[in-house]
């Protein structure tokens, strides 16, 4: 690792699938071991482990990570070597609050909530496959502020199944109203091997779809929600460290069932970049979690890897994390960056997209396949 690392934790088990969810999600049959599974864990961590890591940021990640009794969050990140001033994220499903004990999961160590809202409208939620109604968010909110947490997302689609621009808005502004630190506000996508892309629903026009995401990025500017990454919006300095870290290109452990990682070296003054993954079976990983698979990323994948993470950023970065985190120079892409520059797609001073360029984001990337 050449800086502090991020670490993603994957607890692979939900309640149900959402028919939109391409993510490694399993839903519950019969009890899952959950001690069986921290311990599987902390194996994996323990065959990963480098001596000079020191974790910036820890994301619990699924599935459903809120189904994951505090107890064994804390145990197990007792057992891991995290910066005091760490930025750890549990993601939360309103529909589990049941098992949820929002005092115990700050007391393990959970510092910050990312709430998977999706929508206010129960028609909506009922579409998209969800267990909760929009009451359970609402209430999984307030309770989460009453156990001391000052910093929260909030996760909404929008894109919908007949979803029209007021539908769209009407979400946001409820979204607005709980006065939550972070938003994150991105469209529906329908993505290979799910439900939905075996019976693709009617989906909004592309006009609209344009209507709505401008009437709904005015929205969040006038409530003063900074947009800093395509579909991340925050108040103040309450930026997603953690998700901050992937947009910049950065390394990052992966724990768990289906957890990818990135990490990078030098050899002989030059940069090597690797991915690795977990088995995706929580059976698989569980009566072997050492076992990690890695590949290292060819040097003529390192732009375009950046770029899908670093042009995400409506600030983009500098320079000199260009050519850190690729180990390439500005100059091996200067030709293509002008063209872009040229076109208003890309800023001259910085590697960063115009307000046109984010928009267009798919064409910009297509430049450096």
Not at 45 to 51: G, I, K, R, Y
Not at 331 to 347: H, K, Q, Y
């Amino acid at each position: 690792m050449l800086e502090r690392p991020g670490l993603y934790i994957h607890y692979p088990w939900c309640v149900k699938k959402c028919p939109y969810c391409d993510f490694n999600s399993h839903p519950i049959k019969g009890d899952v071991d959950q001690e069986a599974y921290r311990l599987a864990l902390e194996a994996d961590w323990a065959a990963q482990s480098q001596t000079s890591d020191v974790f910036a940021s820890v994301f619990f990640g699924g599935g459903t990570p809120s189904l994951f009794h505090p107890k064994h969050i804390g145990g197990l990140l007792d057992k891991l070597p995290i910066a005091a001033d760490a930025e750890i994220t549990l993601e939360v499903n309103p529909g589990t609050q049941e098992y949820m004990e929002f005092s115990e999961y700050r007391s393990a160590g959970i510092n910050r909530l990312s709430v998977g809202a999706q929508s206010f409208d129960e028609h909506k939620l009922k579409r998209l496959g969800r267990i909760h109604q929009s009451t359970d968010t609402t209430t999984a909110f307030i309770e989460a502020r009453n156990a001391g947490f000052k910093n929260i997302n909030l996760d909404l689609m929008w894109g919908l199944p007949e979803q029209t621009v007021a539908d769209a808005l009407s979400d946001l502004q409820i979204a607005i109203d709980l006065q939550p630190e972070h938003i994150s506000w991105y469209q529906l996508t329908i993505e290979a091997k799910t439900e939905f892309a075996k019976r693709t629903p009617i989906l909004p026009m592309e006009q609209e779809i344009y209507d709505m995401e401008q009437a709904g990025l005015a929205l969040l500017t006038e409530a003063g929600f900074h947009r800093y990454e395509v579909s991340a919006f925050a108040k103040s300095d309450q930026l997603c460290k953690h998700n901050l870290n992937y947009w910049q290109f950065g390394d990052y452990v992966g724990l768990g069932a289906g957890a990818h990682g990135k990490h990078s070296t030098r050899q002989d003054q030059k940069l090597i970049a690797f991915r690795s993954s977990k088995p995706s079976q929580p059976r698989l990983y569980m009566a072997n979690p050492k076992i990690t698979e890695q590949q290292q990323v060819a040097a003529d994948d390192l732009i375009l890897e950046f770029m899908m993470n670093a042009l995400r950023l409506t600030d983009g970065v500098d320079w000199p994390i260009f050519e850190q985190r690729t180990g390439l120079t500005q100059a091996s892409i200067l030709p293509v960056w002008e063209n872009l520059v040229l076109r208003d797609l890309v800023r001259a001073d910085r590697c960063a997209p115009t307000i046109k360029g984010t928009r267009y984001l798919d064409s910009v990337l297509q430049q450096f396949v």
